[in-house]
């Protein structure tokens, strides 16, 4: 298999977590692609017209993004699996994943107002609307998720604890720890797992 990969990318670094804890790591092949989103790259737009990292070709030659789908479709090749099997719990862990993926797309966007939008044309409102979102959704993590955040692990854990990664690699000024103490706890145990510490964010 063969990533299309940023060394700094959320939604890269959650494929490798979800393949390096299902131990497939050695079987992918990473092609390093600094996406952007004025920049495309015929190299990578020729798989996924989106233009965007991860994309995962598959042995057989098949295209598949975007994290979510990567995620799924290596979770399919080795047991135990990260998606429960139980429908109910099953759903609930997508759904953790899609809050933190969501999470990680307005910071996404944030970074994006900040670092390539032209000063002049910044606008504030715009700002405090993405960050909403990810207070948001680190308050849901801390009260409605938070029973998801222990037990065996799952595609939502490891989603979560990536959106928190980057938010830390990019906004480590924000103290949100103090206010969500059982999302600290989490975060703090998540990353020492050595699936985290192989795949932190540089650059």
Not at 47 to 75: H, M, R
Not at 83 to 91: G, L, N, R, S, W
Not at 153 to 161: D, E, F, K, P, R
């Amino acid at each position: 298999m063969k990533l299309f990969h940023s060394p700094t990318s959320p939604y890269v670094r959650k494929v490798m977590v979800t393949a390096l804890e299902k131990g497939l790591d050695a079987r992918i092949e990473k092609i390093n692609m600094g996406a952007s989103p004025i920049k495309r790259e015929t190299a990578l737009t020729s798989q996924n017209p989106l233009g965007k990292v991860p994309c995962l070709i598959t042995d057989d030659g098949q295209a598949l993004f975007d994290s979510a789908v990567i995620c799924a479709y290596i979770d399919t090749l080795k047991a135990p699996h990260l998606a429960p099997a139980d429908t109910k719990a099953k759903f609930a862990a997508l759904t953790l994943e899609s809050l933190a993926d969501g999470f990680l797309d307005a910071g996404i966007l944030l970074r994006y107002e900040g670092a390539l939008r032209p000063e002049d044309k910044r606008w504030n409102e715009w700002v405090n609307g993405q960050m909403a979102k990810i207070d948001g959704a680190m308050d849901a993590m801390e009260s409605t998720y938070a029973a998801q955040l222990t037990g065996p692990l799952t595609i939502g854990q490891i989603a979560v604890a990536c959106a928190l990664g980057w938010f830390d690699f990019r906004y480590g000024h924000v103290d949100w720890r103090k206010s969500r103490p059982k999302l600290a706890v989490f975060a703090k145990a998540f990353n020492e797992r050595p699936s985290m510490k192989a795949t932190m964010p540089v650059g």
